[in-house]
Antibody, heavy 119, light 110 residues
Framework: EVQLLESGGGLVQPGGSLRLSCAAS????????MSWVRQAPGKGLEWVSA????????YYADSVKGRFTISRDNSKNTLYLQMNSLRAEDAAVYYC????????????WGQGTRVTDSS | QSALTQPRSVSGSPGQSVTISCTGT?????????VSWYQQHPGKAPKLMIY???KRPSGVPDRFSGSKSGNAASLTISGLQAEDEADYYC??????????FGGGTKLTVL
């Protein structure tokens, strides 16, 4: 059974940093593209970032480019999102999502971790 | 990376059919047959309901169907049931390993 468990959320001040983690199990982690999707309070879903199975290729939404860094440790089956220079509008629930082999959709989602603006 | 356009809300009675539209551009919906739909109940994670425009993952009832024409896609739910009441989001691949979501549609089962 595929399981994705996010952690690392919390209260942050504008300009601060936070690192999110997503522990994966139930599939061969290194074989699949992984992604982060966020949802601001009362708002819709927003794709944030994706990373290839090897970790060698990374992709970002314009809204986070230059501030967020996605990475993965395939030996630990863990996905990360380093968030720097945080803004109020980055407050959201951050979901970790797995893509299938075709990488055309998000087939499994974690339960999310909440990043809250302290201002 | 502009969001896809969805109606804010739709409603229907049990047993009826409803259709949710999703409009994009030739750079996303119109350019790829990679539209997916997600169901999200309050406080829960999104769940994949339709992928690659019209394919259903294992376990999703065949009451859910998807289609696409040009820059617009749609999700149809037939034989509405109370448990279908949720938010629904469309999503399209937009090239170069980027994706764009719709703003979401709240489905109310009357």
């Amino acid at each position: 059974e595929v399981q994705l468990l996010e952690s690392g959320g919390g209260l942050v001040q504008p300009g601060g940093s936070l690192r999110l983690s997503c522990a994966a199990s139930g599939f061969t982690f290194s074989n699949f593209v992984m992604s982060w999707v966020r949802q601001a309070p009362g708002k819709g879903l927003e794709w944030v970032s994706a990373i290839s199975g090897s970790g060698g290729s990374t992709y970002y939404a314009d809204s986070v480019k230059g501030r967020f860094t996605i990475s993965r440790d395939n030996s630990k089956n863990t996905l990360y999102l380093q968030m720097n220079s945080l803004r109020a509008e980055d407050a959201a629930v951050y979901y970790c999502a797995k893509l299938p082999a075709t990488a055309t959709t998000f087939d499994y989602w974690g339960q999310g971790t909440r990043v809250t603006d302290s201002s | 990376q502009s969001a896809l356009t969805q109606p804010r809300s739709v409603s229907g009675s049990p047993g009826q059919s409803v259709t949710i539209s999703c409009t994009g551009t030739s750079s996303d919906v119109g350019g790829y047959n990679y539209v997916s739909w997600y169901q999200q109940h309050p406080g829960k994670a999104p769940k994949l309901m339709i992928y690659d425009v019209s394919k259903r993952p294992s376990g999703v009832p065949d009451r859910f169907s998807g289609s696409k024409s040009g820059n617009a896609a749609s999700l149809t739910i037939s034989g509405l049931q109370a448990e279908d009441e949720a938010d629904y989001y469309c999503c399209s691949y937009a090239g170069s390993y980027t994706w764009v979501f719709g703003g979401g549609t709240k489905l109310t089962v009357l």
